[in-house]
């Protein structure tokens, strides 16, 4: 028989979707006409020859179901489609049509089912009893867990307790996790937001209003210039790769990539800037005075849209090309030549992660990279703008929903007399009432204990601490312990803790770690593929993730889990509703409780029904513009963006941009700090720079009430006159709040390589009462450290592990293809130390505030990604402490299939001084050969 | 691997030293038992090599009912199957005709005409691995001559080990070891000379660079035989390659074959001593020249291939 | 949707006759966007149930940490031509009619041989090293199933699914993380290839000045 190539007349097959996901710039029209890629096939067989069918197409026999669903790893936010059978997940189909990821998945995607049917999934509670791991019943555990939780409370007060919150929970369950915080009565809760992107957060939002990646992965898509710092596109956000490639092809965009070391993303650069770890404000500051010598920058952004200009000039007068070049120890000529590529290569976009928020100095770090795009005059432009990539897949969310120790949901604070009462308001609960859950005011309007210190709450003397009672309870729900530095200290904690309670899919390094008896719970939860619900991605873009299938073996719901424990602790009833009535849909009404309270970045018109219709209608929406053409979508931008005011805004794909009205997703920088700044000079923008269509086309201030009414009424009012509800005020170069960096320094990291530069750019101050524990700068930086520990340690990402790895070590794939803990080092590095590729080495790092240096044992992975003078390790691993293997400490049949040593152990004391982010980017170390 | 291609290697080494040494036979008396011994090895040693190749496969099972399986005459593994199967009745029959004395000529003209098939066999272990046209290493013009010239080499060396051992352990002691101990030091002499060249050769072809085009219409990349080139003699490999095979298998042997004829006098009484060494020394070369081939084989010149060369038309 | 305004002729010039001529299956890997994110050698494992220890797809990395750094993602490239098929001795690896390189692993006597001979070293092994190992032959099915009727159990269990019978295309290629590996009929993938070429301007695609001379 003739096996013959069947051309589908009409209709879209998967793989003509496949091949318009190829090439989405050729028409789709003309692409099917070239008989494009629905090619249906007969199988062969010796004996077997059927014939192609009229539509050439056989059918699965099996029964399937087609589930959309969205990858719950990184922040790119892709789209597939889960095919289930009984309830039972059997296979993944791309979803091609998906206009962020076109069907596109990278390792972490494609294992999301072994996510769920991995054998090592945590089949029901156990707790640690006298060594042994015991099962329990659900209803025992959650018993004696309420019990102990009530005795602490009953002897210590609220601010006992800490919670590790999670960015993998959806919108829904971080808005419940923080109101169950206020609920209990303290803001010792906190996520991995703090030790991801909370510099960011703190320096961008103090820069032009909103703390969040102010462009898409799909604008890149329109960039002409693609300048990437300490980011690994690569191997942390794949897929948004698609796009960067699409840029550089299509528009010749110039990619330029700063970064220590030569990463898998800089083997696409144009131009690589290699430089030292923890000297981005110079490097950034380089490139700035080479734009400005050159009068490349952009006038008008300057004068009409910024403050502090002049200062900002002051301060780089301290980084001439020399200096710049001396400090960062990247040439001068590269410096100039990639500040040419930006200037002549607008509109540009500059991305950065942890490469830049890691730092005692992350806040300027960001704040450095921000002045960079404001100088260039990037923003508020498609092809422009800061895309920061955040962390997982909801981090965005669950930052925006306030799983942080310093703010309630939606950015308010923790003003007792503004954030709580709005709260209050929309809860439906009386202000007094959540008043009286708390100690007293004062710690209610207290920041907490933040992810990267909460276990100096156990161990520090209480007087040391910043409330007066010690820690006696934690909850890691949704979070490692490995990925928090100097983790030996972390673990002294677990140790100690009177009660630790671990919520996880999997047995993670958090349970094992501890070298204890008793005391111990862990709670099997539900991964995301088993809940419902939205999740933000790192461009704002809100999806409905749905349920794939039910929990599996005893886990639950972490939605459950919660509302269990607020019942028996007693508050369930006012927990359970808002000022509408009893939650009766879930997660849906927790989705319209936030819709009502989220006003400040306007998470108000992203109702469920938008965002499951917007699910159906993935096709309709444009890769450049993300907006639907036609259709009931029609003019909506994919994944809703805030600030999306109201329930007919299209969203905000792009922030701050001003050649669209507001009702079409417009608008200025925001008013946040009133009019006029302590120094007299105004903050609200030039004349004639409003967004068009406006009634008032120059600055003006915020609307009033915007923040608190629950009408929507301000909203509609300003948009109907063509005004952002938050004003339209000026991006600061300067921030006065910001006392000892108004204008971003340069700061040698607390462990400098280069004692030569710390009297120059000495770090900051120690501060006493730091999110409630005293935190060193200057008493740590000290000269010699580098005598003993002569080299860079730094550390990040493996493309098939997420974060601490506790999900991913447990799927067999994944670790097929990254099976050992590596410590990459540079050929001459380790021919110095006479080591060999795949020797076993020790990497030892300073005592800090400990009597003891730091030690772990790794394998030796030699490579030119690093600079002879550093050290890179990835910090997914866990199961092995100090050389010894914990895999006794697991119950039993829970021991990975990846176990090795974490780099957390050994990353170097480092704070923020804004944020508390630890500096897992730049610290100290030396190697020894194993 | 390395074993079925030493010992399929060895016995049709051994098969054509038992005939020469038959015909020798003729004339000198002397060889008459060595044959015979000889004669007798070689079925073990092909069964052995058999069933290494069977604990091999994946599928024993199917391996050895290879006649209903080996359809694909393009593969040098069905021609050489084939031939190890046609050889072992052949030999078997051989061997009878020894044991039971039953015709001399006819012993005779069996061996002369069966000598080439085992020949094949040495051979056809060199052929096997060319047939892996992306292997630098496995070169289709070297490779065959290597392993029949180390086939026949090992062969006399297992012959002579088992005379020499038999002499000295056996029931009778016959006297005229030296003489048959002598021809076959001449011979080692030869065959060592032979397969230094070839190995020489061999290199010289490696470190050339060659670029290698075979009839599909791949290309290989030069420099993949450079690094195999490398790899064997300056790599992982090099202790094997100039310890085991140079050493062991070819000069150590060659300066004892020396010693025993220059101080023939002064050694005669441990003549058998110090051959046996020497026919141990070879058969170790042996195994380490398998060893180090396929080993070697590891190192495939995978990119060197660049993949979409040959996957897109460019015609339509 | 389009923005930039390119359109592929169709393809008339082949006549009528051309929309069923047999289609040839062929991979495309795109070494100027492979990012070596694994994507594709976990999509196939989820699609097929590859057994641990068996990559019918692998991402391989060249110069890494250097200027030039490149990545290729291998599966078994279906070669017209099939050097595993010219040496395995029982004809367990054949050619279909659409160009995908079956292996039979009813008839593989698991020797190895397809190994060696394998430019792309797809033929894999339970348990690691052919040769001294127990099982047959396991490699990239071009998500086609095997010699048995589509969909059944057997070729389910033997082979992993069988997309083509459905009309979808292989996993690997449709979940490619930048449309690096890129798989279909012969003549749309040059389609594809000649776009990017396009795109890139002349030259720009590694290796295509010397596969296709300037045309
Ligand atoms: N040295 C060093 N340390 C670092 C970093 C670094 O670069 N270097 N990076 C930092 C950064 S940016 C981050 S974000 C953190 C990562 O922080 P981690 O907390 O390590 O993040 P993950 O491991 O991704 O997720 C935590 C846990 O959530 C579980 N989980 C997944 N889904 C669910 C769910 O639906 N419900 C529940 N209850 N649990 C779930 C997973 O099994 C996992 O154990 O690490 C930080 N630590
Ligand atoms: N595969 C995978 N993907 C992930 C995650 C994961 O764990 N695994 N985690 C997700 C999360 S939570 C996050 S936050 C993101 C993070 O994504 P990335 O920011 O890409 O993560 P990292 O690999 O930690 O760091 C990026 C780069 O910063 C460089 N770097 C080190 N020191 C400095 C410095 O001083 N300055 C600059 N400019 N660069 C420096 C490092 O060399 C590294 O290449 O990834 C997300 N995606
Ligand atoms: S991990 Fe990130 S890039 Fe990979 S599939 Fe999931 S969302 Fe996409
Ligand atoms: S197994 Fe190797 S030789 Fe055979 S078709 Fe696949 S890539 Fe080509
Ligand atoms: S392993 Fe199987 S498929 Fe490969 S050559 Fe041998 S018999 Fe043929
Ligand atoms: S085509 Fe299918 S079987 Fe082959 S590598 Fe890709 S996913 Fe695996
Ligand atoms: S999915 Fe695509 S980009 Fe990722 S490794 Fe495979 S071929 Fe390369
Ligand atoms: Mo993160």
């Not at chain 1, 025992?140 to 006992?160: N, V, Y």
């Not at chain 1, 970045?601 to 699910?615: D, L, N, P, S, W």
């Not at chain 2, 001449?186 to 290698?212: C, G, T, W």
């Amino acid at each position: 028989m003739k096996l013959t190539r069947v051309i589908h007349s009409g209709g879209q097959n998967l793989d003509s979707a496949f091949t318009d996901s190829l090439q989405p710039s050729v028409s789709r029209r003309g692409f099917i006409t070239a008989a494009g890629m629905g090619i249906g096939l007969a199988a062969m067989g010796p004996s077997l020859v059927r014939e192609a069918k009229a539509s050439g197409v056989a059918k699965d026999p099996r029964n399937l179901t087609q589930i959309k669903t969205i990858c719950g790893n990184c922040a790119v936010g892709c789209g597939f489609i889960a095919e289930v059978e009984n309830d039972t997940w059997v296979s993944i189909e791309p979803w091609f049509e998906h206009p962020i990821n076109q069907g596109s998945l990278c390792s972490k995607g494609a294992a999301a089912r072994e996510h769920v049917i991995s054998e090592k999934r945590l089949k029901y509670p156990m707790k640690l009893e006298g060594g042994k791991w015991k099962r329990l019943s659900w209803d025992t555990a959650m018993g004696e867990i309420s019990s102990k939780l009530k005795d602490i409370r009953k002897k210590h007060g609220p601010d006992a307790l800490m919670i590790l919150g999670s960015a993998h929970h959806n919108n829904e369950m971080s808005y419940a996790l923080r109101k169950f915080a206020a609920f209990w009565g303290s803001n010792n809760i906190d996520h991995q937001a703090r030790i991801c992107h909370s510099t960011t957060v703190a320096g961008i939002a103090n820069t032009w209003g909103y703390g969040a990646m102010t462009n898409s992965m799909n604008d890149i898509r329109n960039s002409k210039c693609v300048f990437i710092i300490g980011e690994n596109v690569c191997t942390s956000h794949p897929i948004a790769m698609q796009h960067i490639l699409t840029a550089k092809e299509e528009n010749k965009a110039q990619i330029i990539v700063a970064d220590p070391r030569f990463t898998q993303t800089s083997a696409f650069a144009n131009k690589n800037l290699q430089f030292r770890s923890g000297t981005d404000v110079a490097l950034i500051y380089g490139l700035v005075n080479v734009i400005l010598k050159n009068g490349w920058e952009d006038k008008s952004m300057i004068n009409d849209r910024t403050y502090g200009y002049s200062d900002l000039k002051e301060e780089l007068k301290r980084y001439d090309l020399e200096t710049v070049s001396d400090i960062t120890g990247c040439p001068v000529a590269d410096i100039e030549h990639a500040a040419r590529l930006m200037a002549e290569n607008r509109p540009g976009t500059l991305i950065w992660a942890m490469g830049g928020t890691q730092h005692a100095n992350g806040t300027s770090n960001t704040r450095s990279y921000a002045a960079l795009q404001l100088v260039l005059g990037n923003m508020g432009k498609p092809g422009g703008g800061c895309n920061i990539f955040r962390g997982h897949d909801n981090v965005q969310g669950a930052t925006d929903l306030g799983v942080l120790s310093n703010t309630l949901p939606g950015y308010y604070g923790l003003g007792v007399n503004s954030a709580y009462k709005h709260w209050s308001n929309v809860w439906g609960v009386e202000h007094d009432w959540m008043k009286s859950r708390f100690k007293n005011e004062k710690i209610m309007g207290k920041p907490g204990f933040t992810v990267a210190r909460w276990y100096e709450g156990v161990l520090m003397d209480s007087k040391e601490l910043g409330q007066d009672v010690n820690v006696h309870a934690a909850f890691y729900w949704g979070h490692s312990c490995n990925s928090q530095s100097q983790m030996d200290r972390v673990k002294k904690a677990l140790d100690k803790v009177e009660l630790l309670v671990d919520i996880d899919p999997f047995v993670t390094t958090t349970s094992i770690l501890p070298d204890r008896k008793d005391g111990v719970y862990i709670l099997p939860a539900a991964t995301v593929y088993e809940q419902a619900g939205s999740v933000t991605n790192s461009n704002r873009d809100i999806q409905w993730r749905n349920q794939v299938v039910k929990p599996v073996w005893e886990s639950r719901k972490d939605l459950d889990i919660i509302i269990d424990l607020a019942d028996r602790l007693g508050f369930g009833k006012e927990f359970k509703k808002n000022r509408k009535g009893p939650w009766k849909q879930l997660p849906e009404d927790i989705t319209r409780e936030w819709n009502l309270g989220m006003r400040t970045i306007g998470m108000t018109g992203q109702t469920v029904e938008r965002m499951k219709r917007q699910q159906e209608w993935g096709h309709a929406f444009d890769l450049k513009t993300k907006i639907a053409e036609g259709g009931p979508c029609d003019g909506e931008q994919w994944g809703l963006p805030w600030p999306c005011w109201t329930e007919k805004h299209p969203g905000s794909h792009i922030l701050y941009r001003t050649s669209i009205p507001v009702a079409k997703g417009g608008m200025g920088f925001r008013a946040r700090w009133g009019t006029k700044a302590p120094d007299g000079r105004t903050l609200l923008a030039g004349n004639g720079s409003a967004p068009v269509a406006s009634s008032i086309n120059e600055g003006y201030a915020e609307m009033k009430n915007w923040k608190t009414d629950l009408t929507g009424k301000v909203f509609e009012d300003a948009i109907a006159k063509g005004l952002a509800p938050y004003g339209n005020g000026r991006a600061r170069f300067h921030v006065w709040t910001f006392k000892d960096d108004p204008v971003p320094k340069h700061r040698e990291p607390i462990h400098s390589p280069r004692p030569d530069l710390i009297t120059d750019w000495v770090t900051y101050d120690d501060v006493k009462d730091h999110f409630r524990v005293p935190t060193l700068f200057k008493s740590l930086q000290k000269a010699d450290w580098v005598k003993k520990y002569p080299l860079i340690l730094s550390s990040g990402r493996q493309v098939e592990f997420e974060g601490g790895g506790n999900s991913e070590r447990n799927c067999q794939w994944l670790v097929e293809l990254q099976p050992e803990m590596y410590a990459e080092i540079h050929p001459r590095l380790a021919n110095d130390n006479r080591i060999r590729h795949g020797d076993w080495i020790w990497v030892e790092s300073p005592e800090d505030t400990d009597s003891e240096p730091s030690r772990i044992k790794v394998k030796a992975k030699v490579t030119r990604r690093v600079s002879p003078d550093m050290i890179y390790l990835p910090f997914h691993w866990g199961g092995v402490f100090n050389g010894k293997d914990l895999s006794d400490k697991y119950p039993e049949g829970y021991v990975p299939y990846g176990m090795g040593e974490s780099a957390n152990t050994v990353m170097n004391y480092g704070y923020d001084r804004i944020t508390q982010m630890q500096e897992t980017k730049t610290g100290l170390c030396r190697i020894i050969k194993a | 691997m390395l074993e079925e291609f030493f010992f399929g290697g060895l016995s049709g080494g051994l098969f054509v030293i038992a005939v020469a040494a038959d015909l020798l036979g003729i004339k000198f008396k002397q060889f008459e038992k060595f044959a015979r011994m000889t004669s007798y090895l070689v079925l073990p040693v092909l069964a052995l090599a058999g069933a290494f190749i069977a604990f091999h496969l994946g599928k024993p099972e199917r391996g050895i009912l290879f006649p209903f399986f080996f359809k694909n005459y393009d593969s040098w593994l069905v021609i050489g199957g084939w031939s190890v199967g046609l050889a072992v009745p052949l030999v078997a029959t051989y061997a009878a005709l020894w044991y039971y004395k039953i015709n001399a000529t006819i012993r005779r003209v069996l061996g002369v005409i069966v000598s080439p098939i085992l020949g094949f066999v040495s051979f056809y272990t060199g052929l096997l691995l060319s047939g892996a046209m992306f292997v630098p290493l496995w070169s289709q013009e070297y490779l065959p001559y290597l392993f029949l010239n180390s086939g026949v080499l090992t062969g006399l060396a297992g012959s002579g080990l088992m005379y020499v051992l038999y002499q000295n352990f056996g029931s009778s002691k016959s006297e005229e070891s030296s003489g048959v101990l002598r021809i076959i030091g001449y011979a080692i002499i030869f065959f060592v000379l032979v397969e230094l060249f070839e190995l020489q050769r061999f290199m010289d072809h490696l470190s050339s660079n060659p670029v290698k085009i075979d009839n599909s219409g791949y290309f290989v990349a030069p420099n993949g035989s450079v690094m195999a080139y490398e790899y064997v003699t300056q790599g992982v490999l090099a202790p094997w390659f100039w310890w085991g095979i140079i050493g062991l298998g070819l000069t150590i042997p060659l300066i004892l074959t020396f010693i025993e004829m220059i101080f023939n006098k002064v050694i005669q009484p441990y003549v058998d001593w110090i051959s046996g060494v020497k026919f141990a020394s070879i058969l170790s070369g042996g195994i380490i020249l398998r060893f180090v081939i396929v080993w070697g084989g590891e190192l495939k010149a995978p990119l060197t291939v660049i993949p979409q060369l040959n996957q897109i038309p460019f015609g339509g | 949707m389009a923005t930039t305004n390119i359109t592929i002729p169709n393809r008339s010039a082949s006549g009528p006759e051309g929309k069923h001529a047999p289609a040839r299956m062929k991979f495309y890997v795109d070494t100027k966007r492979c990012i070596e994110c694994g994507g594709c050698e976990i999509a196939c494992k989820n699609e097929n149930n590859v057994p641990p220890g068996i990559a019918r797809i692998r991402v391989v990395t060249v110069n890494e940490g250097q200027p030039g750094e490149t990545n290729v993602a291998v599966p078994c490239m279906h070669c017209s031509n099939a050097p595993c098929i010219s040496v395995c001795p029982v004809d367990a690896l054949f050619n279909r009619a659409d160009g995908i390189v079956h292996v039979n692993k009813e008839t593989c006597i698991g020797c190895g041989y397809c190994l060696y001979a394998c430019p792309f070293g797809a033929p894999q092994f339970p348990q690691g090293s052919p040769f001294g190992k127990r099982g047959v032959m396991d490699k990239c099915t071009y998500c086609a199933g095997g010699p048995e009727e589509a969909f059944s159990a057997v070729e389910q269990q033997l082979y992993g699914s069988n997309r083509i019978a459905e009309g979808k295309l292989p996993m690997c290629a449709s979940v490619c993380s930048t449309k690096a590996l890129v798989a279909g009929d012969a003549e749309e993938v040059a389609n594809v290839v000649r776009y990017r070429a396009a795109a890139r301007g002349s030259g720009n695609i590694w290796g295509a000045g010397t596969a296709y001379p300037s045309n």
